[in-house]
């Protein structure tokens, strides 16, 4: 299944409902699976409904996505138990539709009008987990923004249970857990250009409130609203993550926590396991971590870059095999490419066919956008790993 090409919701369904729906989580234990996939904290590493193996083949923004909708589905199952998947669906794009069409044009785009139950879903849903940024300013966009998304989860469950004042709901909810994520920055004892980044990327993210209109008091936040344990669970480990981005803990950090905890009305051993269960991810798949790149931006850029492209090559691996062994030149030329430097003339004919194969291969289409050749040194570095062990030997011998 491979969440970024059409059809994919219909190909998950019956994962979804084996592993989701079937198990009856209770919402605690549901919360407690969520927050140990990373989607809570802003980075999914794995997802709930797939496997180690079908997971290390996904992207971050795919493993966001399932997760999405994993988590959307297991609230609305949770509600209507004996519902169909085409409910689920519908039900979705009307929530959707509800808190999104004064801010977004999901639904005045043609092709989205015209498109079937299903693919109104993928778009929707592909719309919601990225920002409309460009290449470089998006691989800067997954903190907040993947952060977020358990937003839409707590406002589709307000939905599912009132069927009103949801618009209302998601804006304040949005504004106290920006609030919070503001604050937590405040107690840092070290500032750095990082806040800086963080502030761009909540400002690019906020879809219904202004930062200027956010003020960093929690004593003028009213908490009162907060009375769902998902949302304070949410909010706990939203400020967990944001203090912890420094992968320190000083006393004014966590009176910071426990100050938040009192507001939420939360014992202190829930803040203690809260920040265990934060350091405990963290320390597990800290390489994995979006959010501990940003202290180096072209490196994240690369990384996840080399990321992506490695996953479009392995997808496409057998038909990338065929069209370069069918280039016999081309064949000879990425085979010098490993034992000295091509003249420019070679590497522009290396370049100029890589293209042309991309070309035959829709999912490959990223290398021929505009922009899209810098990627191919990096095509071109995975390359010799797609074909035989004896593509050296061979090459060598004629």
């Known amino acids: 299944m491979n969440p970024s090409a059409t059809g994919w919701i219909k190909k998950h369904f019956p994962t979804f409902k084996e592993t989701i729906v079937n198990p009856n989580y209770s919402e605690n234990n549901f919360y407690i699976k969520l927050q140990q996939t990373g989607f809570t904290y802003a980075n999914s590493v794995t997802t709930l409904s797939q496997n180690n193996q079908d997971t290390l083949k996904l992207t971050l923004e795919e493993k966001t996505k399932v997760n999405l909708f994993d988590t959307l589905g297991y609230l609305f199952f949770l509600k209507n138990p004996n519902a169909t998947q085409e409910d689920y669906l519908q039900e979705l794009l009307f929530f959707y539709e509800e808190v999104e069409i004064k801010n977004t044009s999901f639904f005045k785009f043609p092709s989205i009008l015209k498109a079937n139950l299903y693919d109104k879903a993928e778009k929707v849903l592909q719309q919601r987990i990225q920002l409309n940024e460009n290449i470089f300013q998006r691989n800067f966009s997954n903190l907040i923004t993947n952060a977020l998304l358990f937003l839409d989860a707590l406002a589709f469950l307000h939905y599912l249970t009132y069927k009103t004042g949801t618009p209302a709901y998601i804006k304040n909810l949005e504004a106290v857990i920006c609030r919070v994520i503001l604050t937590a920055f405040q107690q840092k004892t070290e500032k750095s250009h990082y806040e800086e980044l963080i502030l761009k990327l909540i400002q690019s993210s906020l879809r219904y409130n202004k930062l200027a209109d956010i003020n960093y008091d929690l004593s003028k936040t009213c908490f009162k609203s907060i009375t769902h344990s998902l949302e304070k669970n949410y909010l706990l480990d939203i400020a967990c993550i944001a203090i912890y981005s420094d992968e320190r803990l000083a006393n004014k950090e966590l009176e910071f926590l426990a100050q938040l905890g009192t507001y939420l009305n939360l014992p202190e051993r829930r803040i203690q396991t809260a920040v265990t269960q934060m350091q405990l991810f963290v320390a597990q798949h800290k390489p994995e971590i979006v959010y501990f790149d940003y202290s180096n931006a072209l490196q994240h850029f690369y990384k996840n870059t080399n990321r992506m492209v490695r996953v479009l090559i392995i997808r496409n691996k057998r038909r990338l095999i065929k069209e370069i062994s069918d280039s016999r030149e081309l064949m000879l030329l ?45 095509l071109i570095k995975f390359i010799p790993q797609l074909l035989p062990t004896a593509f050296n030997e061979n090459l060598q011998d004629n």
């Open 334 to 378: 990425l085979h010098k490419s490993t034992q000295q430097e091509l003249s420019i003339t070679e590497k522009e004919k290396v370049k100029t066919q890589l293209l042309d194969i991309c070309k035959t291969v829709p999912s490959l289409a990223i290398f021929i956008l505009p922009g899209g050749s810098i990627l191919l040194p990096l």
